[in-house]
């Protein structure tokens, strides 16, 4: 049973900085590459950050770069999202997301967590 846990969610002040984290287990162990994803109220859910798991290679949303800095700790199997200057446009659910190869979808989710950015 594959399984991705969320934690680190919270209310922040803008300007804030708020780290979240994604524990992976089960059948996610052998994964090509993880992602943030995020979903405002109303809106669809898009892709925040991602990293290929061997080798560290990461890409941003333009919104977030220069802001937001995605790693993992392969020894743990966790990978984190570091949130710094935040605003209250990135208020939303932040999903942790896996996928098995290069040429997959992100086929395992977490259940999300709550970033509330407050003005």
């Known amino acids: 049973q594959a399984q991705l846990v969320e934690s680190g969610g919270g209310l922040v002040q803008a300007g804030g900085s708020l780290r979240l984290s994604c524990a992976a287990s089960?059948?996610?162990?052998?994964?090509?590459?993880m992602a943030w994803f995020r979903q405002a109220p109303g809106k669809e859910r898009v892709f925040v950050a991602d990293?290929?798991?061997?080798?560290?290679?990461?890409s941003y949303a333009d919104s977030v770069k220069g802001r937001f800095t995605i790693s993992r700790d392969s020894a743990k199997n966790t990978m984190y999202l570091q949130m710094n200057r935040l605003k209250p446009e990135d208020t939303a659910v932040y999903y942790c997301?896996?996928?098995?190869?290069?040429?997959?979808?992100?086929?395992?989710w977490g259940q999300g967590t709550q970033v509330t950015v407050s003005s």
């Open positions: 089960g059948r996610t162990g052998s994964k090509y590459a």
């Open positions: 990293i290929i798991w061997n080798g560290g290679s990461t």
């Open positions: 997301a896996a996928r098995q190869g290069f040429y997959d979808s992100y086929g395992y």
